[in-house]
């Protein structure tokens, strides 16, 4: 089969021929429908996250059962499924929460999960190695639903955290309209009251912003002009979250500027911007938080508002076997929501 193969750090990838998984007792081989291409990818690729070359790319991933190992119970092959992401021990309390994403044994499993270090869904097929990890998709087209395990599960956690301050007289800044802003925007549309400011360096995905909820749209290429924009609509309360879904310097020294007292600077991006974190340095009351995806329950409550129509990823699909390009093109900033690779 087909597979979008990681050859190590400043390596391209390769569009490899390897053999098709069989699934052995417990496992699960799923069709791939469409695997979402996601920006961390980008800092698999070319700096040192630690995962070992020599695996298929590929975290966000939807598709159909095509095979179920022996005593897999609850699916029947041709069920369309995402695969949750984050691969937990299934045991410790965090797992047992569905919240594998904090699983206390990661460290222990020697990868992170299907596309980060396991092999992953950017190819034909992809080996599950538990039901647990599979959530029904109902009438929902994989193609359209791959990015909802990552793109739409992670700033979904990351905003539950703290949605009881999300009222109506709060706003919100959510840096970066990519991914995971685009679903950040029409999550907070229709999880809370609170206003929506959306900054990006990019037009294009202003629009797109205010196409899907925003209240406001800010360009964030100049940060003393958007500081002093983004204040003139907060006032002197700040901002009660600041979503940075980028992570860059910039974007870390413009949410500094314009979070408030009590307020909640949630960093989902992995662009190796920093804080100096300490008693003064960010107003009275702030917390920081640097969220991880999701639980695989919050997955189930994801596809369901998806299902109900009431958010939608926006995809671009392309040929699996353009993923080198499809990366040039994310990281260039020219993707519009979220890609998708369809094998
Ligand atoms: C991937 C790898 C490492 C950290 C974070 C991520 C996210 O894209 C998963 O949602
Ligand atoms: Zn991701
Ligand atoms: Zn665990």
């Known amino acids: 089969m087909k597979a ?26 799923v069709r791939i429908g469409g695997a979402g291409v996601c ?40 069920d369309p499924v995402a695969v949750y992401g984050p691969w937990g021990c299934g045991h410790c309390h965090a797992c047992q ?11 222990s499993l020697g990868a992170a999960g299907g596309g980060l270090g396991f092999d992953g ?30 793109a739409a599960l992670t700033p979904y956690h990351a905003i539950k955290r703290v949605l009881p301050l999300l009222t109506g007289d709060t706003t ?52 003393e002009a958007a500081t002093t924009a983004i204040r003139d609509i907060v006032g002197p309360r700040g901002a009660v979250l600041v979503l940075d879904c980028v992570g860059i310097q910039p974007t870390f020294d413009l949410g500094a500027r314009v979070l408030g007292r009590d307020s909640r600077w949630t960093i989902v991006g992995l662009g190796g911007g920093h804080h100096d974190f300490r008693f003064g340095s960010t107003p009275y009351g702030c917390e920081m938080c640097t969220p991880y995806w999701g639980g695989r329950a919050e997955l189930m409550e994801v596809i369901a508002m ?23 093109k994310l990281k260039a900033g020219k993707i519009v929501g979220r890609a998708v690779l369809i094998p």
């Not at 929460?97 to 460290?107: I, T």
């Not at 392309?318 to 040039?328: G, M």
Request: negative net charge; hydrophobic residues 40%; contains cysteine.
């Open 39 to 78: 920006h961390s990818d980008l800092h698999v690729m070319e700096e040192e996250l630690g995962f070992q070359a020599g695996f298929t790319l590929g975290h966000e991933n939807a598709g159909w059962i095509a095979e179920l190992g022996e005593g897999v119970q609850g699916f029947r092959e041709g």
């Open 172 to 223: 919100v800044v959510v840096l970066g309209i990519g991914g995971l802003g685009h679903m950040a925007v029409q999550l907070l549309r229709v999880l809370s009251t609170a206003r929506i400011i959306a900054g990006d360096v990019d037009d294009a995905k202003l629009a797109h912003a205010r196409q899907r909820g925003a209240d406001h749209t800010i360009n964030t290429r100049d940060i």
């Open 4 to 29: 979008v193969r990681f050859n190590g750090v400043g390596k391209p990838v390769s569009i490899d021929d390897i053999p098709k998984p069989t699934p052995g007792p417990g496992q699960v081989l």
């Open 306 to 328: 998806a299902r109900d129509g009431r958010i939608k990823a926006e995809t671009t699909e392309f040929p699996l076997e353009q993923a080198a390009q499809v990366y040039e």
């Open 97 to 107: 929460l569905s919240m594998e994403n904090y699983c206390e044994n990661a460290d």
């Open 121 to 150: 869904g950017m190819a034909d097929y992809m080996l599950v190695p538990a039901a647990r990890l599979l959530v029904p998709l109902g009438t929902l087209d994989p193609r359209v639903a791959a990015p909802l395990s990552d």
